[in-house]
Structure formats: C-alpha cells, structure tokens
C-alpha cells in the first residue's frame, strides 16, 4: 500500500501541471515519504492527459472523468481510486504548497481525524494582492461555517485524511467547492486540526470560482445542516437566513459606497442583492402544491420587509445625519426583519387554512 496519495482535481490546468509535478517530485525524494499523484481531470482537452502520460513517473496516475463534471465529485472519485494510508487533497493551480504535505501527515500521525492547510492560523498567510472584498468574501463564508466546525479555515481546498475516515463518510453528497466541510461533517471529525500554509494566487490559467459557484455553498450549508441538525427549526432557519442576508447587505452597501455612490442607492441596492440571496439560500421547492400562493406570499412580505427596512435606516439617517450609514442600515434590517417575520408568519398561518403545509 503506498504512504501518501495526493488527489488533485484538474480542469484546464495544463500550464500549472509541470510545475506541480516536479515540485511533488522533489518532496518525494526529499522527504522520503511513499508519495502517489492522482490527477482527477475532467476532461479538460488542453494536453493534460497528453502532458501526464508522456511522463514516466511510477507515481503518477491520472484519473480521466467524463461524466458529472464537478470539483467536489473529482475530488470524491479520485479518493476512491487512491491506495494511499493517508489521502490528500490539494489544488492544481499553485495555490497550495506540497512541501508541507510532511506536515499535514504528521498531524495526521500524531491523532487528528482530518488536518487542513491554514491561511488563518498564527504563521498562515495569504497573498498580498488579496483585495478587501475578496478578503470579506471568505471570511463571511468562513463563519457561515462555524456551526459545523470551529477551525479557522474550513475552506481551505488543501487538507490530509485518514483512510479509515474517508471509509467512514455517510453518504458524500458536495455540491459546489467545500469538499472539506463536507468530509468533516459527513465522516464526523472529532479531531480536526490545522497547520499553517502561505496561499499563493493563481500564476497561470483561470480562476473556476464562479459566482455560481459561491451560491451553490449555501445550498450546501443547508444541506449540511439537515444533516446534521435533522429538523432545521424554524427559527434557526429565520435567524441563519437573516444572518446571511445582513452579511450580503452590508458588504454590497459597503462596496456601493465605496464605489461613489449615494446613501439611499448604497442602502437600496444592499437590500436589494440581500433579498436575492436569501431567495437563493432558502429557494421554494417548485413540488411543493400551492407554490403560487406560498411564492406570493414570500414576495409580499419581503417586498413589504425590504420597504420598511429601507424607509427606517433613511428616516434614521434623516434624523440622525451624524450616524454612521451602516448603523442605520443595521437598525433598518432589524425592524424590517421584523415586520418580515411577522407578515411571514400571518400569511403562512392563513395559508394553512388554505392546505395543509406539505414536508420539503
Ligand atoms: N476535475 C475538476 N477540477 C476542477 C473543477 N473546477 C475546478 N477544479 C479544480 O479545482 C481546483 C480549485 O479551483 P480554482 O479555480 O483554483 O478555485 P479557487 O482556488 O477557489 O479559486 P482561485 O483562488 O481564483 O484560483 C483547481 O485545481 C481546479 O483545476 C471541475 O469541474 N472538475
Ligand atoms: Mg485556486
């Protein structure tokens, strides 16, 4: 059996490929670590597969996907075709440095489930060129995160894992890029430890990340939380909602002002996006009966929420011209989210007279 098997998924990466392989190379002989490469490609026909197969290497296999195209079903088949006793996973791009492979397997060895490389941890860093929204964007998802898992990083796409822990995961089922999360939820990890890495930026080839992408990781919190949570209460499920709603407001508020723009533009167009998330996180399942009437209701009382709250932080703002815009933004969504709840509420509560509420 060999020591290590590192799975790294592969779209269009052909560029970025040679470097990772000669990099992994020198750390086997370096290190002297029983090292395999699997590289998990989805069909990318930009010479990768004609890159990996004109290279001798005994530890290098390629793994070629034709079908459900996708980061984290890569990642999931490639562990599967791994015979490594500890499993890694790492981007193509650069990104993540091998040379601290060594230190994942020693945390592995030393009694963690799952270990991940940290840009947060003390000693972890990123890129300087990291822009403040950027900057924003993974911290907000980080601590969308953080009823699941109290590391620092968990959507770090480079970590180490048993075999015996991957062998244990219920029913994998990621969509969308925090294959991790979904490891540490699915395997149940007790013992999830972080080392620190530096994350480098893309050198060559293209960002896959997608805005798409970003949404599709609320679909998998969700899912991750009825997994673990079995039935997601109400109003934990209000509270989750509202939670990332004010997150998406103010940084679209921010990056508004920022860019110039008004107070009320700034305010409107951050309760504007935030409604879009929120529809997006919490979506309306189309086989429910009586989806007309539940869309219209869930229109019309976040329609009147997003009224209330807009009017309330200009009213504040009007009155209050010293307070900072975001405060007033934070008072408007707190009394929209109000009226919201309770409009919500009566209207779900006429509705139940209507039919009876179908499960979904
Ligand atoms: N097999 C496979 N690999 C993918 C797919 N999408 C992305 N990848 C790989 O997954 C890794 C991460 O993708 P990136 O585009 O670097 O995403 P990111 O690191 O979050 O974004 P950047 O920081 O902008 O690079 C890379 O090695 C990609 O080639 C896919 O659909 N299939
Ligand atoms: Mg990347």
């Not at 590289?39 to 026909?45: F, L, R, Y």
């Not at 290279?55 to 195209?69: H, I």
């Not at 009226?339 to 509705?351: C, I, K, T, Y």
Request: charged share 20%; hydrophobic share 45%.
């Amino acid at each position: 059996m060999t020591g290590v098997s590192i799975v790294v998924p592969t779209y269009r990466e052909a560029q970025s490929l040679p470097h990772l392989i000669e990099r992994i190379g020198r750390l086997r002989a370096d290190s002297g670590l029983d090292l395999e490469l699997l590289v998990v490609d989805d069909d990318s026909q930009d010479g990768t597969v004609e890159l990996v197969a004109a290279r001798s290497d005994p530890w290098l296999r390629l793994v070629l996907r034709k079908e459900n195209r996708g980061l984290s079903p890569a990642v999931v088949e490639g562990l599967h075709h791994a015979t490594g006793e500890f499993l890694v996973v790492m981007d193509a791009d650069l990104s993540h440095p091998p040379e601290r492979i060594p230190d994942l397997i020693e945390a592995l060895r030393g009694g963690f489930d799952l270990v991940v490389g940290s840009r947060y941890v003390e000693g972890g860093t990123t890129a300087d060129d990291w822009g403040f929204l950027r900057w924003l964007n993974s911290r907000i998802a980080t601590a969308l995160a953080r009823p699941f898992t109290s590391i620092r990083d968990p959507m770090s796409g480079f970590f180490g894992l048993h075999r015996s822990t991957f062998e244990r995961a219920d029913a994998l089922d990621p969509v969308g890029y925090k294959i991790a999360l979904e490891l540490i939820v699915k395997c149940r990890c007790e013992r999830v430890g972080e080392v620190p890495i530096h994350f480098e930026n893309r050198r060559y080839g293209e960002s896959k990340l997608t805005i798409h992408e970003q949404l599709r990781y609320l679909q998998h919190l969700r899912r991750l939380a009825i997994y673990r949570f079995g039935v997601w209460p109400w109003l934990a499920r209000f509270l989750a909602v509202g939670a990332f709603g004010t997150a998406v407001n103010l940084t679209v508020l921010t990056a508004l002002l920022r860019a110039g723009l008004a107070a009320p533009l700034g305010l409107a167009g951050g309760i504007g996006i935030s409604m879009l998330g929120n529809l997006a996180l919490t979506g309306y399942p189309s086989h429910v009966p009586a989806t007309a009437l539940r869309r219209r209701s869930f229109v019309r009382s976040s329609g009147i929420g997003a009224l209330v709250n807009l009017g309330t932080a200009l009213l504040t703002l009007r009155f209050v011209p010293t307070l900072p815009i975001a405060a007033a933004a934070l008072l408007g969504i707190a009394v929209g989210g109000i009226v919201n709840l309770s409009v919500n509420r009566f209207l779900a509560f006429r509705e139940r007279h209507v039919r009876p509420r179908q499960p979904g």
